[in-house]
């Protein structure tokens, strides 16, 4: 298992990002407020062009607030591969899901280990 710690911004440390990839699967723990000033490890760990990942796992249960640019950025890779949520959705980041109609372009699963081998079907273009 390959595994990265990706770190915190500012001196109130508003979010982290984790990763690890199991096999062709990257697992990205998100924690905290994810806005336009605070995305550049998120941004890279969901790169849409990685290569050797054929799925992303969002584990989303610790994300306290996020913006149109956080979610840009997590709707990138599900264009061309599956991008499960994983773990209890926050409400805010649900109410946002559903105001943009971004949730119809994720997979859930209530873990991580269910969302890495979920079966997703493809998406209809």
Known sequence: ???HHAGTYGADARNSVETRTEGDVRVVVMAGEFDMDGVDEL???LDPEADGVA???LDVSGVTFADSTAL???LQPALN???VLAGEIPNRLGRLLEVTGADRAFAVAPTTAEAMVLIVPPRRR
Do not use: E, G, K, L
Request: glycine share 0%; charged share 25%.
């Open 72 to 74: 840009s950025i997590m």
């Open 81 to 83: 591969r599956p991008v």
């Open 1 to 3: 298992m390959d595994t």
């Open 55 to 57: 799925r992303f796992v």
């Open 43 to 45: 941004r890279t760990a």
